[in-house]
């Protein structure tokens, strides 16, 4: 048997031992017994990117060969994912896991902060930095003060660190059956802690990253949506297990009392794809602020997925397409209009939305596969279908019908048979849906819109076609400021009578096709005027000397928005919004 000798230390007060005693076989034993040791450790600890799982892999695998107790204690820093302070503040350890053999538990529970007796082996091994090996006694034990009655014989504690910083302590304890450690249990110890140091640094790290990309997400997605009389909606936006993606959505009014919905997915996750994602979510805002058809849209988004790619690549000067892309991204935009009860959507490489209807009945909505952003292959085209009052549109990335062991046929009929149903809310639909197809938290970003639409009644719809005559304005002065006056809008009836001159004038002068004045009464009044013109109007200042170039800058200042927009048949719409009493525009 090995011989044991007790020294005093000044730093360490431990025990050293030595193996004089030991026969070559015994010493053979043993270092098998470490390097097997080692091996699993290598396989079993680190095998998630989290930092209690970690320190509870590392005191697992220490058990029960090397040791019959064993606890884990990180500093607060280190557990929350944050960087370490600037100096040695000497902040206290809490108890992040704890193994033992015995059925009596663990005598500190997960979380709580330690106190280490200052004379003991945990304080002496963070004071020296190395691993300190001492019997177990309530001089050295006062972290754990029932220690007694699990009968424990020695105990090694040794310091965790990592890139010169110090993130805990581990504590190895041996009861007396096993017999105490010995002192070449010190390095063996020591490895253990390193490698595990390494695993929790890196976890740490990875839970920094994961909690800044989870805030830049959160902070990039819409923090409400907006109220539109169009649609009612409802959205769930859950990040990944292993990190956030770019998984977005969103809900943007346009003029004409429509709204746009859309979804898109950045693939990745972290910092760059949340920052990726942002950069999409703005630019679909501002060409829908053009009021442009899903289908340029998309080409518009296209081309600057490309210019994004040419810059990661290092290569701005490169030709236009030039390679595969760099940033993978897809893209679902839909536009419903409550006037007409028509919708009109476009995807690039993005699943298609599910539709159902007012009957409870569920499809898929056949929009034209187009290529994911950045690729630059072919146009996009567009799909238009009517869709009755009360039908609901869900939007949905592939995350919540793909899955590493499903094929995605099978998730997206697992989809619709979730979705059938009649007078369920949005936020009823949302729930229900993640709760059937992901109980458990998903392996990929899964964000979630879901819009009831609604329709327009048609006596809050006017229309008149106008005659190409200057004199046929006055006379649909007088119609307009009837019509406001039925609708109980007659405080804006001067303002709307001057929005009305200027655009039908002003479409008159300009076109030879037809001109037709619409007025839609929404959250906001609203003054279109269509005519066959694919000429937009230019708003400027006009010069004292001048007779003319006022109308749009007096529209401008009248009307709370304005714009223009462009139809299929080459001819443009000219529309402003007025606040209504107690209303906001759009």
Same mark, same amino acid.
């Given at each position: ?6 020294? $005093? ?15 070559? $076989? ?7 017994? +470490? ?63 704890? %193994? ?10 997960? *979380? ?7 004379? &003991? ?24 003060? *029932? ?15 990592? %890139? ?30 390193? +490698? ?26 819409? =923090? ?15 990040? $990944? ?27 990745? =996750? &972290? ?38 790619? +040419? ?29 007409? /009860?028509?919708?009109?959507?476009? /995807? !690039? /490489? ?63 009929? #697992? ?25 458990? %938290?998903?392996?990929?970003?899964? !964000? ?5 639409? #609604? *329709? ?6 006017? #229309? ?25 809008? =007659?405080?804006? !009836? ?14 008159? %002068? ?38 003319? /170039? ?12 304005? &714009?223009? +927009? ?15 009493? *107690?209303?906001?525009?759009?």
């Amino acid at each position: 048997m090995a011989g044991t000798t007790a020294r $005093a230390d000044d730093d360490t007060h431990g025990i050293t031992t030595s193996n004089t005693g030991a026969t070559h $076989a015994q010493l053979a034993v043993a270092a098998r017994n +470490r390097l097997a040791l080692l091996w699993e450790a290598g396989v079993r600890i680190g095998t998630t990117l989290d930092v209690a799982q970690t320190a509870e892999e590392l005191a697992e695998v220490a058990l029960p060969e090397f040791a019959q107790y064993a606890t884990v204690d990180l500093a607060e820093w280190v557990r929350a994912g944050q960087e370490p302070p600037p100096a040695e503040t000497g902040e206290p350890l809490h108890r992040a896991a704890t %193994r033992t053999i015995r059925a009596g538990g663990p005598l500190l529970p997960l *979380g709580a902060e330690v106190a280490f007796a200052k004379e &003991g082996a945990q304080a002496r091994a963070l004071r020296v930095g190395r691993a300190v090996l001492d019997e177990c006694s309530e001089r050295v034990t006062g972290a754990e003060p *029932g220690l007694a009655a699990y009968r424990m014989a020695s105990v090694i504690a040794v310091p965790l660190r990592a %890139r010169g910083t110090v993130l805990g302590v581990a504590s190895f304890y041996r009861s007396r059956d096993a017999g105490p450690f010995r002192a070449d249990d010190l390095r063996l110890a020591e490895e253990l802690a390193q +490698r595990a140091s390494v695993c929790l640094d890196n976890a740490r790290r990875f839970t920094r990253e994961h909690s800044l990309a989870l805030t830049l997400q959160r902070s990039l997605l819409p =923090h409400a949506l907006p109220a539109l009389p169009a649609v009612e909606v409802a959205h769930r936006y859950l990040p $990944a297990q292993e990190g956030v993606g770019g998984d977005w959505f969103d809900v943007i009014p346009l003029s004409g009392a429509r709204v746009a919905l859309v979804v898109g997915d950045v693939v990745g =996750h &972290g910092l760059h794809a949340a920052a990726t994602m942002g950069r999409l979510r703005t630019a679909v805002r501002n060409f829908a602020a053009l009021d442009l058809p899903p289908e340029e849209l998309l080409g518009h988004l296209d081309a600057l997925v490309d210019t994004m790619d +040419r810059e990661l690549d290092g290569d701005p000067d490169a030709g236009l397409h030039s390679g595969i892309g760099i940033i993978g991204a897809t893209c679902l935009y839909v536009i419903y209009d409550p006037v007409s /009860g028509s919708c009109t959507m476009a /995807g !690039a /490489g993005h699943p298609a939305p599910a539709l159902i209807l007012p009957d409870g009945t569920v499809r898929f909505a056949e929009v034209p596969s187009g290529p994911p952003l950045g690729l630059g292959s072919t146009p996009f085209e567009a799909i238009e279908l009517p869709l009755p009052e009360g039908s609901r549109i869900v939007l949905y990335t592939d995350g919540l019908i793909e899955d590493r062991g499903q094929d995605i046929d099978i998730g997206m009929a #697992r989809l619709g048979a979730s979705l059938v149903g009649r007078d369920r809310s949005p936020e009823e639909l949302c729930a229900s849906v993640l709760s059937r197809l992901l109980p458990q %938290r998903p392996r990929d970003d899964v !964000a979630v819109l879901v819009a009831q639409t #609604r *329709g327009l009644d048609d006596d809050r719809v006017a #229309r008149w076609s106008v005659p190409l005559e200057p004199s046929a304005v006055a006379g649909l002065r007088a119609e307009v400021s009837a019509r406001l006056t039925g609708w109980g809008l =007659h405080s804006l !009836a001067t303002t709307a009578e001057q929005l009305v001159s200027e655009l039908v004038t002003n479409a008159i %002068r300009h076109t030879d096709g037809p001109v037709e004045l619409r007025l839609l009464r929404d959250r906001s009044l609203i003054c279109e005027v269509a005519d066959g013109s694919g000429v937009s109007p230019r708003l400027r200042r006009a010069r004292s000397e001048d007779e003319s /170039g006022r109308g749009l800058f007096l529209v401008a200042q009248l009307a709370s928005r304005w &714009g223009t +927009r462009f139809t299929d048949d080459g001819g443009k719409v000219i529309w402003a919004e007025l606040t209504t009493p *107690g209303g906001a525009a759009g």
